[in-house]
């Protein structure tokens, strides 16, 4: 069991930066990367790093994106949110709008304005 592997110093680092990311809503902040997430949590970067690729198998990079494209599909979801995709990815930490194009259509099969419309046509 590959979980077994996972040293108990990454699980602990891994469940304080998850909490932060939940609670905190770090992923909103543009300039978040492993520098700042161990500037937060007072530890180095390299130790970040290493706690979420041993739990996560993931970057750091591709870690906060996943929290990012997450709340964004709940934003693209909610049928009385009309805000503007561009204002989406830019409350939601993205710099750059093709980027989280890109990364939404990857992780859900479709563009972010083809998610909005058809999860208001099937919403309960």
């Known amino acids: 069991m590959v979980e077994d592997k996972i040293s108990d110093s990454d ?13 905190e ?14 500037e937060l ?10 706690a979420i690729n041993s ?6 990079s591709k870690y906060i994106a996943m929290y990012r494209l997450e709340a964004a599909s709940k934003m693209l979801s909610d049928i ?10 830019a409350e939601l930490g993205f710099t750059s709008l093709s980027t989280f194009y890109s990364l939404f259509k990857e992780r859900y099969e479709m563009s ?10 099937h919403e309960d």
């Open 80 to 89: 009385d949110d009309n805000t503007p995709i561009k204002e989406i990815a």
């Open 55 to 60: 739990v996560k198998d993931e970057s750091v």
């Open 41 to 50: 949590l007072q530890t180095n970067r390299t130790y970040i790093s290493k």
């Open 11 to 23: 699980k602990l680092l891994f469940e304080k930066i998850d909490k932060k990311m939940r609670i």
């Open 112 to 121: 972010p304005d083809k998610f909005r419309k058809y999860a208001r046509e």
């Open 25 to 38: 809503k770090l992923y909103k902040d543009p300039y978040l990367g492993r520098d700042k997430l161990a």
